[in-house]
């Protein structure tokens, strides 16, 4: 789950990434978003179905599955990466319900662990300005 972030979303939607793929495109029909921010969008989908589907696997195999992504009773690196890149889908207007609903629960529950509360990128905005 680590590398799908790691490796298979997080590179694909960098600034720097999304900045060549409009220059790229330039001349092309334009949307709401543009061609880099189509494209980060797509892999963040991509990226969190697969996620998605390693989830319901694991926990076909658990008997009483926990909050978390890996079943553990408390957050994994799993949960570190996967948190962050829900917050960032929604800058792209990714359809969360959609594309993963067990990942939005495993977020919520994560959300309200002392690690993802002091951490979240809307508190340290709010620290440092």
């Not at 409009?22 to 991509?46: A, C, S």
């Amino acid at each position: 789950m680590v590398e799908i972030v790691n490796s298979g979303i997080q590179p694909l939607q960098n600034l720097s990434v999304m900045s060549m793929i409009d220059e790229f495109g330039k001349g092309l029909v334009e949307t709401q978003l543009g061609n880099g921010q189509r494209f980060g969008k797509y892999h963040i989908e991509n990226g969190l179905r697969a996620i998605e589907s390693l989830v319901l696997k694991i926990r076909e195999e658990q008997i009483d599955p926990d909050r978390f992504a890996i079943g553990s009773s408390s957050p994994t690196l799993a949960d570190a990466f996967i948190v962050p890149q829900m917050y960032n889908a929604r800058r792209f207007f990714v359809d969360l319900e959609n594309v993963c609903p067990t990942l939005l629960k495993i977020e919520s529950h994560c959300l309200q662990h002392i690690w993802f509360m002091s951490s979240h990128p809307d508190v340290v905005k709010s620290r440092y300005p």
